[in-house]
């Protein structure tokens, strides 16, 4: 909570005279910017899920299209850097990015321009740089949700074993990458699985991409090879659940629903909402004069 009121005291202190009314009072400069960067599109789960975010602050907050300025598909490497820049050139004050491999170049960005602040989801070396005051992390407590489809996951595998179509609950989970962010959320979701079944034993296959769908399916696939009985996931595209579906292997999907393409295996999912986040931080945003930020971290 602390770390979420040092972002708004940010925002606030970066661009002026606000008013705490929320985004009813609609008075704020039609000219206030704000950028994304964005590790895919919307038709990847897990940057779906904060377009939804953003799309809903802008509506709330009565800023037209122009005023958000989406960058799409953008890798983790020095093309962050460039899409910060060319944001920034566009006029953009706030700059949100999504992925864990975007951090190095927004500090970098954050260095050269002081007078713009950046959020940045799922980092963790922000605090660190106690020279930058215009440059934040922030990220969701996921790992909760991982532990209640855990839960739903032990449920389904009791049931299977209940009657007698499982005797090995051995089940596999696909992971992007081995970061602390997915530990944290496989860890969780296997003490989700074995506080209903305690015989439960997992397997985690590493794709070495956020969002790779024929590496995801392949993972996957090699899982139930191995005789996995049920498949969860820390990555963003179909390629799973998919797997599942082919081969009728029970499914916990990841960022949203799956059950209209695997109706068949399709158990549960845990997904972020950024809804209330991002209309917090850009509730305050209602601008006077711009000036240079006198950060609180």
Same mark, same amino acid.
């Given at each position: 909570?602390?770390k979420?009121?040092?972002?708004v005291?940010?925002?606030v202190?970066a661009f002026?005279?606000? +008013?705490?009314?929320?985004c009813?009072?609609?008075?704020?400069?039609?000219?206030?910017?704000?950028?994304?960067?964005?590790?895919?599109? /919307?038709?990847?789960?897990y940057?779906?899920?904060?377009?939804q975010?953003? /799309?809903? +602050?802008?509506k709330?907050c009565?800023?037209?299209? !122009?005023?958000?300025?989406?960058?799409y =598909?953008v890798? !983790?490497n020095?093309k962050c850097? /460039? +899409?910060a820049?060319d944001?920034?050139?566009?006029?953009?004050k706030l700059?949100?990015?999504?992925?864990?491999?975007h951090e190095?170049y927004?500090?970098?960005a954050a260095g050269e321009h002081p007078?713009?602040?950046f959020c940045? *989801?799922t980092?963790?070396?922000?605090?660190?740089?106690t020279e930058l005051?215009?440059?934040?992390?922030?990220?969701?407590?996921?790992y909760?949700?991982r532990?209640?489809?855990g839960?739903?996951a032990?449920?389904?595998?009791? &049931?299977?074993m209940?009657?007698g179509?499982?005797?090995?609950?051995y089940?596999?989970?696909?992971?992007?990458? #081995?970061?602390? &962010?997915?530990k $944290?959320?496989?860890?969780?979701?296997?003490?989700g699985v074995?506080s209903?079944?305690k !015989?439960a034993?997992?397997?985690?296959q590493f794709t070495?991409?956020?969002?790779d !769908?024929?590496?995801?399916?392949e993972a996957?696939?090699?899982l =139930?090879?191995?005789?996995?009985?049920?498949?969860?996931?820390? *990555?963003?595209?179909?390629g799973? %659940?998919? *797997?599942?579906?082919? *081969?009728?292997? %029970?499914?916990?999907?990841?960022?949203?629903?799956?059950?209209? +393409?695997?109706p068949?295996?399709? =158990?549960?999912?845990s997904?972020?909402?950024w809804? %209330?986040?991002?209309?917090y931080?850009l509730?305050?945003?209602?601008?006077? &004069? #711009?000036?240079r930020?006198?950060?609180? $971290?």
């Amino acid at each position: 909570m602390k770390k979420l009121l040092a972002i708004v005291l940010a925002a606030v202190m970066a661009f002026g005279v606000f +008013a705490f009314t929320g985004c009813s009072d609609k008075t704020g400069k039609s000219d206030f910017k704000v950028g994304a960067i964005l590790i895919g599109d /919307e038709n990847e789960g897990y940057t779906y899920a904060h377009i939804q975010g953003i /799309e809903a +602050a802008k509506k709330a907050c009565n800023l037209s299209d !122009e005023q958000i300025v989406y960058k799409y =598909i953008v890798p !983790e490497n020095e093309k962050c850097y /460039e +899409a910060a820049i060319d944001l920034i050139d566009q006029g953009c004050k706030l700059i949100i990015a999504n992925s864990f491999g975007h951090e190095s170049y927004l500090i970098r960005a954050a260095g050269e321009h002081p007078d713009v602040v950046f959020c940045h *989801a799922t980092g963790q070396t922000a605090a660190k740089h106690t020279e930058l005051s215009n440059m934040f992390n922030y990220f969701d407590s996921i790992y909760e949700a991982r532990y209640v489809s855990g839960i739903v996951a032990g449920m389904k595998l009791k &049931e299977l074993m209940d009657e007698g179509k499982v005797t090995d609950p051995y089940i596999g989970y696909v992971g992007a990458f #081995p970061y602390a &962010e997915v530990k $944290s959320g496989y860890t969780s979701f296997f003490l989700g699985v074995r506080s209903v079944c305690k !015989e439960a034993t997992m397997e985690v296959q590493f794709t070495g991409s956020w969002y790779d !769908e024929a590496k995801e399916k392949e993972a996957a696939t090699l899982l =139930i090879g191995r005789g996995c009985k049920l498949i969860s996931q820390h *990555a963003d595209s179909m390629g799973a %659940p998919t *797997a599942c579906e082919n *081969a009728g292997v %029970p499914n916990v999907s990841y960022n949203g629903s799956t059950l209209d +393409a695997c109706p068949n295996t399709f =158990i549960v999912s845990s997904r972020i909402n950024w809804v %209330p986040y991002m209309k917090y931080m850009l509730s305050l945003i209602h601008i006077s &004069e #711009p000036t240079r930020p006198r950060l609180i $971290s």
